[in-house]
């Protein structure tokens, strides 16, 4: 479904898969392809929006989480695109994957795969650039992508609406979750787009929920 000029979002489908984000530009980068098993549906909404599985130039990912990227190299394979993370994703690549499917009580299934390359600070997608900024907590890998341009930031299982990402799953932790947090608060936002749950559109609707969130910080965490 199109949310705004060139941007995309696909709903998560069941337990244990996340939503999806494509910004299409000179280069598509598709955010966090989810669980395998939901591969062909997301597939086939793409479809319906124009987009072949061919028209992705890149698979990235906001965490390492099997409900975020499951199925990229199911993905890889059937579009050719190439992998890219960040370097505090590489760290965690396959440990990452074992202890969260243990601590879930689930499979640790989730096929291995090549990563082509490495960003930092930012992804240039022509007219689009991502900044990127390392957001742990969550889990020691998590990263936002925030388009300035657009106003939007892909943060992944940082924040939600109306609540915040769990910090008890392996290498999370509250107080990185906090600052992570804090971070991504000042940044001029009109269209949140988190991992799991409903998008929120609007600087004003933005603005509550973070509100909400620094108040479930202070009593909560």
Request: with cysteine.
């Amino acid at each position: 479904m199109r949310i705004q000029n060139g941007v995309y979002w696909y709903k998560e489908k069941g337990l244990l898969d996340a939503n999806t984000y494509v910004i299409k530009d000179e280069i598509t980068v598709l955010i966090d392809p989810g669980l395998e098993n939901y591969l062909g549906l997301r597939l086939e909404e793409m479809q319906e929006d124009g987009m072949d599985a061919k028209d992705i130039d890149l698979i990235t990912l906001t965490h390492l989480h099997p409900d975020h990227c499951d199925a990229t190299a199911s993905l890889k394979e059937v579009s050719g695109a190439k992998v890219a993370l960040h370097p505090s994703q590489l760290e965690y690549l396959d440990i990452m994957r074992e202890e969260t499917s243990r601590f879930l009580g689930i499979e640790a299934k989730t096929k291995k795969f090549d990563v082509d390359f490495v960003f930092e600070e930012k992804l240039s997608l022509g007219n689009t650039e991502l900044k990127v900024l390392h957001t742990p907590g969550h889990s020691p890998g998590s990263i936002c992508f925030y388009a300035s341009d657009k106003k939007i930031l892909i943060c992944g299982d940082l924040v939600f609406d109306k609540s915040v990402g769990r910090a008890d799953l392996p290498f999370g932790t509250k107080e990185e979750l906090k600052k992570s947090i804090n971070k991504i608060l000042a940044l001029d936002t009109e269209l949140l787009l988190p991992g799991h749950g409903a998008i929120i559109r609007g600087r004003s609707n933005v603005k509550r929920n973070y509100e909400f969130v620094k108040t479930f910080l202070t009593t909560f965490l």
